[in-house]
């Protein structure tokens, strides 16, 4: 972006965050746990667009505990490491940041790693504080904290109390909770009841806002994000008569004239 405003070229900014994934009550632990989990460590957890956090309240993370161990172990066998579908960290300097992140509240599920491997499991963590670092960057790698909430106006205030998120989930049987958290929150994009099957639409645009970035892209949008939107219009050269009212000096009934010509219209024509 720097390099560009030098030349004053305009660009679009897709950068990361910390996506927050609030969960109801009002649902099915695995159907939710299945998703999150796929998308969560999909890569090993290493996409810009993965679930970074669950927020639920202490029942449903009593619920959603068991349902993550059992779609984790379906993912990826009793034995994740030898799974040839879970990935690696990409490299030592990441495998370190994120181990180092492992310290982070209490581990539930998994929490092993092998630093010859770059190898680190599918991982949960509870007890997770707002301060502890597993929450002031982006993971960007198979780890998920659950951090707890009362209440779904609780869940909503955490959210926006931080920097707008590149996605945000919500899982909820009630269509009406879903909408509020998409009514209430800003982010670049949102899904409900799924993970991040909203990037691979191409008739839905792709972008942040705020910290997470600016512009979009996909499909037809990013035609458009490298597209000029020139305005244009072409006059007929006669009515010079109608057109000389815009021409000083301005009586009262010629200002009048004006101001109902210049009044905005929803035709797509213009008088003067």
Not at 111 to 116: F, I, L, P
Not at 130 to 154: A, H, K, Y
Not at 245 to 257: A, E, G, T, V, W
């Amino acid at each position: 972006m720097a390099a560009a405003a030098k030349h004053l070229t305009p660009v679009t900014l897709e950068l990361g965050g910390k996506n927050p994934c609030y969960v109801d009550d009002n649902c099915d632990p695995q159907t939710v746990a299945n998703r999150v989990a796929f998308f969560r460590y999909f890569n090993a957890g290493q996409t810009c667009v993965a679930p970074d956090y669950v927020l639920c309240s202490p029942k449903m993370q009593e619920r959603l505990l068991p349902a993550l161990q059992s779609a984790i172990t379906r993912f990826y066998g009793e034995d994740p490491r030898s799974s040839p579908d879970l990935g690696r960290i990409i490299n030592e300097k990441h495998f370190q940041r994120l181990q180092g992140l492992l310290g982070c509240g209490r581990v539930a599920i998994g929490g092993q790693s092998d630093e010859s491997d770059r190898y680190i499991a599918p991982t949960v963590l509870v007890d997770v504080q707002e301060t502890e670092p597993v929450m002031q960057e982006e993971i960007f790698g198979p780890i998920l904290p659950i951090v707890n909430v009362r209440s779904l106006d609780e869940a909503i205030d955490f959210i926006k109390r931080r920097e707008k998120p590149l996605a945000l989930y919500a899982f909820s049987n009630s269509n009406q909770v879903v909408e509020q958290v998409l009514a209430r929150t800003s982010s670049g994009g949102f899904c409900g009841n799924d993970g991040f099957m909203h990037m691979t639409l191409p008739s839905l645009p792709f972008g942040g806002v705020g910290a997470s970035g600016m512009g979009s892209y996909h499909g037809k949008f990013s035609f458009d994000t490298f597209s000029h939107h020139r305005a244009c219009l072409l006059r007929r050269p006669g009515l010079e008569k109608i057109c000389s009212i815009r021409y000083p000096p301005y009586s009262p009934r010629n200002l009048r004239l004006l101001l109902l010509a210049m009044e905005t219209r929803s035709c797509s024509c213009t008088l003067l």
